[in-house]
C-alpha cells in the first residue's frame, strides 16, 4: 500500500515557513500483518464487536450526520481555514481525512465498543497492541445515556524493525454520559505510529483523555474533541518524552459548539538530545458557544541545545460570550531549583532526574489502572 | 446588558481623513492599469533610476509573476491587480515649504494636521500624496546633527546613494513574498533617514502617506539607518478617502538599528475600507540595540500586517505593542514576528485586538529561537475582546524553539466585557454606556500610553465615539 498524506493540519493556515500547517506522511509498500490493537479485557456489562466493516460501523453515526450537516451554515470561519472541517470529515478527528483512506485501504474490521444505558462499568476495557510487522485498527466506542466507561488502549513493543502502527478511534459520548480514555504508546524506536482520534460529546456528557507518548520513531498524535452538547465538556491530559532523535507531531482541537461546555487540556512533556516536537492545540469557539470556557497549557521542558520545539496554541472565536485562555512554558530546568535542590544535597544529575520524573509523574498518575502505570513507571526509569 | 446597546456600537468616525480632491489630467499623470513590463519601464524613466535599480525593478517584476499568492491569511478576491495602477503623481515638484505645495494638496495636509503637528510637535516631516512626496522637510537644528531624512527618490541617486543600494531590499528581498517582489518593481515614494553615530533625536520625525486618487495603489520605500548608540523615534501615519473600487498599499520598511542604537516606530493606520493593505515591515538589531514598535490598525478592507525584528546582535531587545480594531466589512490580521539570534536577546509581545459589528481580527505572531540565541527571553501577550456575536477574533501564534537555554513564556484570552465590572461601574453611578466605553479604553490603555499624547488622545476619543453610537 502507498499513500501520500498529509495530516495533523492546523484549523487556519500559517505562515508556510513556520511548517506548521500540518505534517506530511509518506506511507510506502505498507503491509499490514495484524489487527493494532487485540482486546484484552472486557467487563461485564460491556458489548463488544469485532470484525465489523466500515460500512456497517458509518450506521452508528448517521444521527450525528444531520446533525453536523446543519452545522457551520452562514459561519465566518478563521483567516487562512483549512477546507477539511466540516466538509471531508463529518465527524472531524485531529489527524483528518487522511488517515480515513488509510484506514479504508487496509479493509481492517472496525472494533465496536459500548454498554447499555445507565450503566456504570467500573472495570476498564483494555485493548493491547504493538508487536511483530505493521498493524492498523480502528475503534467505534459509544457510551450511551447517563452510562460511564474507561478504555485504556496499551501500545508496546520491543521490536527494533521498522514498522507501522495505525489506530483510528471514533467516540460518541451520549446524554450525561462519561468516557475515560487512556492511551499510553511505548512502542520500539524504528515504529512510525499514526494515532487518530476524533468524537463527540452531547448534552451533559463528559470526555477526559489521558495520553502518554514515549516510544515510537515517529509518532503522529491527532485528538478532536467535539462539544456538541450543551453543558458537555472534556479534559485532556497529554504527557510524553522524546529523546535521540525521536519526532512527535500532536494536533489537539477542541471545537466548542454547545451552550456552557468546557474544555481544559495540559500539554506536559520533555525533549532531551535531538528529539524535535510539534504542538498544535486549537481552542475552536463556533458561533452559539455561549458562555463556554476553554484552557490549554502547554509546559516544555527543553534539555538539549539540539532539540527543536514548535509550539502553536491557536484560539478562534465566533461567539463573544466566551472565555478562552492559553498559556505556554518553554524553557530549561530553572537555575533557582537547581540550586535549593544541591542546598539540599542532591546533586545536579539527580536534580535534573527527579524534576523530569515529576513532570511525567504528574499525567501518568492518571492511569486509573495499576499494572499499566507500574509499567509506565518502570519504562520511564530506564529512559531516564 | 441590553442587545440594543451592543448594536449601536458603529464603525470607526472616518469623516476627518474621508473627504475627497478630483485629480484631473493638467494637474495629476496617472500610469494605466496593471504591471507590465512597459509600466515598469515607463515609472522607471520617469523617475530617472539609475540603471541597476531600473534592472532591479524588471527582475523583481519577473518575480512577482512567478510566485504564489500566500495560501494561508484573509481572501484576497476582491483586489483586481489589473485594475491597480500602479503610479500616480502631481505635476509639481516636492516643496520644502507648505506654501509652496499646489493649494488642493496642502488643503488635504491641513485638514489631517499635519503642517499643524510639524510646527508643534515634530523634527520633520515627510508627506506623500498618491506615489510621490509633495513635501519634505527637516528642522534646521536637527539636520545641523548631521541627520538626514530625505524622499528615497533623492536618496537613490544622490549623496546616500552608495548606502542606498547597500541596504535597499536586502532585509526585505523580494523572493519574500509576492507583495514584497511587486514592491520592487512599483516602488516609489517613501523616505530615507540616517541617524548618525551618538545622536539622539529629542523630538520625533513623521511621515505622512495620504491615498487620494481612487483604484490605484502606493508603494513607499522607509529605509531608516540609527547608527550606533543614536536614537530616534519615526511616525508613521496613513489616511485615504473612501471608495468603491479596491485600493492597494504594499509599501516597505527596512530599519537598521546599530550597535546601543535605539529606534522607536510608532504607526497609525487608518486607511479607509475599500484598501487592501499588504504592508512589509523589518527591523536589524545589532548588539545592544533596541527596536520598540507601536502599532495601531485602525482602517483597511483587510490587513494583512506583522512587523518582522531580526534579533541579530548580542543583547539586542524589540518591544511591540500594537492595537488592531476590527470593525463591520474588515478583516484585518495583524501580529508581530521575531527571530532571535544573538545570545541573551529578549523580546516582548503585547498585543489587544477588539472586533464588532461583524469585523474579523486575526492576531498572527512567530517567535523564532535559534540554537546561537542562548539566553535569549520571549513573553507574548495576546488579549482580544469581542463586542458582539457577529464578529470574529483569532490568536494564531506560532514559535520555533532551537535551544534549550531559552526562556519563552505566551499568554492568549478572549472573552468579552465582563458583566461584572459593568456592573460594579454602574452601581457607582456611572452609565451603561460609558461604563462600557471605560471599560474599553483601559483594555486599550497599555498601548494608547505608549503612543505620543496626540495620538492617545484621537484614539481614546474614536473608542469613546464608538461606544456611544455617535460615530
Known amino acids: 500500500m502507498n499513500i501520500d498524506m498529509q495530516v495533523n493540519k492546523l484549523p487556519a493556515r500559517t505562515y508556510r515557513w513556520l511548517k506548521l500547517n500540518g505534517e506530511k506522511v509518506a506511507v510506502k509498500d505498507a503491509s499490514f500483518d495484524r489487527t493494532s490493537l487485540r482486546v484484552s479485557n472486557i467487563p461485564t456489562g460491556v458489548t463488544l464487536v469485532e470484525g465489523m466493516s466500515l460500512e456497517e460501523s458509518d450506521e452508528f453515526f448517521e444521527d450525528l450526520h444531520k446533525i453536523c450537516e446543519s452545522r457551520d451554515a452562514d459561519e465566518a470561519l478563521p483567516n487562512g481555514d483549512n477546507d477539511h472541517a466540516g466538509k471531508s470529515q463529518l465527524v472531524r478527528t485531529g489527524m483528518g481525512s487522511d488517515m480515513d483512506r488509510l484506514i479504508e485501504a487496509s479493509?481492517?474490521?472496525?472494533?465496536?465498543?459500548?454498554?447499555?444505558?445507565?450503566?456504570?462499568?467500573?472495570?476498564?476495557v483494555v485493548l493491547s497492541g504493538g508487536g511483530d510487522g505493521s498493524g492498523v485498527s480502528s475503534q467505534l466506542i459509544r457510551v450511551p445515556k447517563g452510562a460511564s466507561?474507561?478504555?485504556?488502549?496499551?501500545?508496546?513493543?520491543?521490536?527494533?524493525?521498522?514498522?507501522?502502527?495505525a489506530v483510528s478511534t471514533r467516540f460518541l459520548v451520549e446524554k450525561d454520559a462519561f468516557l475515560k480514555l487512556v492511551k499510553v504508546q511505548m512502542l520500539g524506536r524504528q515504529v512510525t505510529y499514526l494515532s487518530d482520534l476524533g468524537g463527540m460529546v452531547l448534552d451533559g456528557g463528559r470526555f477526559e483523555m489521558v495520553e502518554m507518548e514515549l516510544g515510537a520513531s515517529k509518532s503522529y498524535s491527532g485528538i478532536c474533541v467535539n462539544l456538541m452538547g450543551d453543558h458537555s465538556s472534556s479534559l485532556v491530559n497529554t504527557g510524553y518524552m522524546a529523546s535521540g532523535k525521536q519526532f512527535y507531531d500532536f494536533n489537539y482541537i477542541a471545537e466548542q459548539r454547545g451552550v456552557k461546555t468546557d474544555s481544559e487540556a495540559v500539554f506536559r512533556g520533555v525533549l532531551t538530545d535531538k528529539a524535535t516536537k510539534n504542538w498544535r492545540g486549537s481552542l475552536d469557539f463556533r458561533k452559539g458557544s455561549k458562555k463556554s470556557v476553554g484552557d490549554e497549557q502547554e509546559d516544555t521542558l527543553l534539555l538539549s541545545p539540539e532539540v527543536i520545539n514548535r509550539t502553536i496554541p491557536l484560539i478562534l472565536c465566533g461567539e463573544e460570550d466566551v472565555d478562552g485562555h492559553h498559556g505556554a512554558s518553554i524553557g530549561q530546568l530553572s537555575d533557582d531549583m537547581l540550586f535549593y535542590m544541591e542546598s539540599r544535597g542532591i546533586d545536579k544529575e539527580e536534580a535534573r532526574k527527579i524534576m523530569i520524573r515529576a513532570r511525567l509523574d504528574s499525567i501518568a498518575r492518571m492511569i486509573p489502572e495499576g499494572k499499566l502505570r507500574n509499567h509506565v513507571s518502570r519504562y520511564l526509569d530506564e529512559a531516564i | 446588558m441590553s442587545e440594543d446597546l451592543k448594536k449601536s456600537v458603529s464603525d470607526i468616525n472616518q469623516s476627518m481623513y474621508d473627504f475627497?480632491?478630483?485629480?484631473?489630467?493638467?494637474?495629476?499623470y496617472r500610469e494605466k492599469a496593471g504591471f507590465t513590463r512597459e509600466i515598469i519601464e515607463n515609472i522607471s524613466r520617469e523617475k530617472k533610476d539609475p540603471d541597476w535599480m531600473r534592472e532591479f525593478r524588471l527582475k523583481c517584476l519577473d518575480l512577482y509573476n512567478k510566485m504564489d499568492m500566500p495560501d494561508w491569511g484573509p481572501d484576497t478576491d476582491g483586489l483586481d491587480m489589473d485594475l491597480i495602477s500602479s503610479y500616480v503623481r502631481s505635476k509639481s515638484d516636492m516643496k520644502g515649504k507648505w506654501d509652496e505645495v499646489p493649494e488642493d494638496i496642502k488643503n488635504t495636509f491641513e485638514k489631517l494636521g499635519i503642517p499643524q503637528a510639524e510646527r508643534e510637535s515634530l523634527a520633520g516631516v515627510g508627506a506623500q500624496y498618491d506615489s510621490e512626496l509633495v513635501y519634505h522637510n527637516v528642522k534646521d537644528e536637527v539636520a545641523a546633527q548631521g541627520v538626514v531624512y530625505t524622499d528615497f527618490e533623492s536618496a537613490v541617486t544622490g549623496e546616500y546613494a552608495d548606502m542606498v543600494r547597500e541596504h535597499f531590499m536586502k532585509l526585505v528581498p523580494p523572493t519574500d513574498h509576492k507583495y514584497a517582489a511587486l514592491h520592487g518593481a512599483v516602488w516609489s515614494g517613501g523616505s530615507f533617514v540616517y541617524v548618525p553615530k551618538g545622536v539622539k533625536v529629542e523630538i520625533p520625525l513623521q511621515s505622512y502617506f495620504r491615498l487620494n486618487a481612487a483604484g490605484a495603489g502606493q508603494f513607499e520605500h522607509t529605509l531608516i539607518i540609527v547608527d550606533e548608540g543614536a536614537d530616534l523615534h519615526f511616525i508613521e501615519g496613513c489616511s485615504a478617502p473612501k471608495y468603491n473600487v479596491a485600493n492597494l498599499h504594499a509599501g516597505c520598511v527596512?530599519?537598521?538599528?546599530?550597535?546601543?542604537?535605539?529606534?522607536?516606530?510608532?504607526?497609525?493606520?487608518?486607511w479607509s475600507k475599500n484598501m487592501y493593505n499588504l504592508n512589509t515591515k523589518r527591523a536589524y538589531v545589532e548588539e545592544g540595540g533596541v527596536m520598540e514598535w507601536v502599532s495601531g490598525s485602525f482602517g483597511s478592507h483587510t490587513s494583512y500586517l506583522y512587523p518582522m525584528t531580526i534579533l541579530q546582535g548580542d543583547r539586542s531587545r524589540m518591544e511591540y505593542t500594537g492595537i488592531t480594531f476590527a470593525g463591520g466589512g474588515q478583516n484585518l490580521d495583524t501580529g508581530a514576528k521575531v527571530v532571535h539570534n544573538g545570545?541573551?536577546?529578549?523580546?516582548?509581545?503585547?498585543?489587544?485586538?477588539?472586533?464588532?459589528?461583524?469585523?474579523?481580527?486575526t492576531y498572527r505572531s512567530s517567535v523564532t529561537i535559534n540554537a546561537s540565541a542562548q539566553h535569549a527571553k520571549s513573553s507574548i501577550s495576546c488579549d482580544s475582546l469581542m463586542l458582539d456575536s457577529i464578529s470574529r477574533s483569532d490568536t494564531i501564534p506560532g514559535m520555533d524553539i532551537r535551544t534549550n537555554d531559552a526562556d519563552v513564556g505566551h499568554e492568549a484570552k478572549i472573552g468579552r466585557i465582563s458583566d461584572d465590572a459593568v456592573f460594579y461601574l454602574m452601581s457607582r453611578g456611572i452609565k451603561e454606556e460609558d461604563a462600557r466605553a471605560m471599560i474599553v479604553s483601559g483594555f486599550a490603555d497599555p498601548?494608547?500610553?505608549?503612543?505620543?499624547?496626540?495620538?492617545?488622545?484621537?484614539?481614546?476619543?474614536?473608542?469613546?465615539?464608538?461606544?456611544?453610537g455617535n460615530g
Do not use: W
Not at chain 2, 545570545?343 to 472586533?355: C, D, F, P, R
Open chain 1, 107 to 124: 479493509e481492517c474490521g472496525v472494533t465496536y465498543i459500548s454498554c447499555g444505558e445507565g450503566c456504570e462499568i467500573a472495570e476498564p
Open chain 2, 447 to 468: 498601548v494608547s500610553k505608549e503612543l505620543p499624547l496626540e495620538y492617545a488622545v484621537e484614539m481614546n476619543n474614536l473608542i469613546k465615539l464608538e461606544m456611544s
Open chain 2, 343 to 361: 545570545k541573551y536577546t529578549s523580546s516582548i509581545i503585547n498585543t489587544k485586538s477588539i472586533s464588532k459589528d461583524g469585523g474579523i481580527g
Open chain 1, 149 to 165: 466507561m474507561t478504555v485504556i488502549m496499551d501500545m508496546y513493543s520491543q521490536s527494533e524493525d521498522q514498522a507501522l502502527e
Open chain 2, 254 to 270: 527596512e530599519l537598521y538599528v546599530r550597535k546601543n542604537a535605539r529606534l522607536r516606530y510608532s504607526t497609525i493606520e487608518n
Open chain 2, 20 to 28: 475627497k480632491d478630483e485629480e484631473n489630467e493638467q494637474d495629476f
